[in-house]
């Protein structure tokens, strides 16, 4: 049973970074959808992970601060964004899905991780 | 001073293309920007492609698929104290690719995305070399390999579109 609805966290962070990015083509639009849906997928099998016992919150967090950083890499070699753009993109779209995470069943832990990782963006 | 209407009109190209500047700070290489430029008649500089820079992000991910392949691999073949050379290998692929990308003026694109995909790596690392002897979960190798990925064949394909000249 999936931790999160993937489709619709990556919806709420595809709005977040939409707002955070600004003005956007179809084709920019594509790739922050695929970004959002990235994020989604990547952070649902640390959930697994972390449900199932086999890391710590510890680990949960590094994994999800090397997610972080290959979404921030993908805004920048896809849409040219600087460092600090793709980063304050990126923390917003993983602050729609630490309030994704806070309302679904078992991810108690997840808000908090999230968070650190929000901080030290 | 007079100026002749060709001179005005690319003057107010020139305007439109630093307006769009201005509304666009955080994009440095979009779509829009280089047509606003190549309207303005202002030649956007751009690093050719680079054989070395290709091959070492190409390098970057076949030694990334070998150590995902080592960590999946069970105990003791995954811990991380056996696969430390294969984390070391990739940051030492990154590290050239990245100098290989600074020999070209205005590769910034590529170097950012370089580093950050290094940054990437050492999280990684840090949270597998925490699990000691452990095997580290399949779903989150998996998760991380496919986000590596992404970003290498984006990379790949960016080098690609640049005009070869080197």
Known sequence: ???????????????????SIGDLGPDELAIVRQQASDIATGFEAVAQDKLAGQITDVQA??????????????????????ELAAKSAVKTGLGALATAAATAVGLGWAGPVIQNVINGL | ????????SQLSRIVRFAAIVAIHPMLSGCGLLHAAADEAGIVWVQPPQSPVVLAGLK?????????????????????????????????????????????????????????????SL???RAAVSDGGNNCFPKNGLEAQKKAFDNVLTQAIAFEQKKRSGN
Not at chain 1, 1 to 19: E, F, H, Q, T
């Open chain 1, 1 to 19: 049973m999936p931790a999160i609805d993937v489709n619709s966290v990556a919806d709420d962070i595809l709005n977040a970074l939409k707002g």
């Open chain 2, 1 to 8: 001073m007079q100026l002749s209407s060709g001179r005005r």
């Open chain 2, 122 to 124: 050492e999280h990684h």
């Open chain 1, 61 to 82: 967090e590094n994994e999800v601060k090397a997610l972080a950083d290959t979404g921030s890499a993908q805004l920048q070699i896809q849409l040219g964004l600087v």
């Open chain 2, 59 to 119: 390098n970057i991910q076949t030694d990334n698929d070998t150590l995902t392949t080592a960590l999946e691999s069970s105990s003791p073949q995954c811990a991380y104290a056996t696969n430390k050379a294969a984390f070391d290998k990739v940051a030492t692929d990154i590290s050239a690719t990245k100098a290989a990308a600074a020999k070209f003026r205005y590769n910034d694109r590529t170097i950012a995305a370089l580093n950050t995909l290094g940054s």
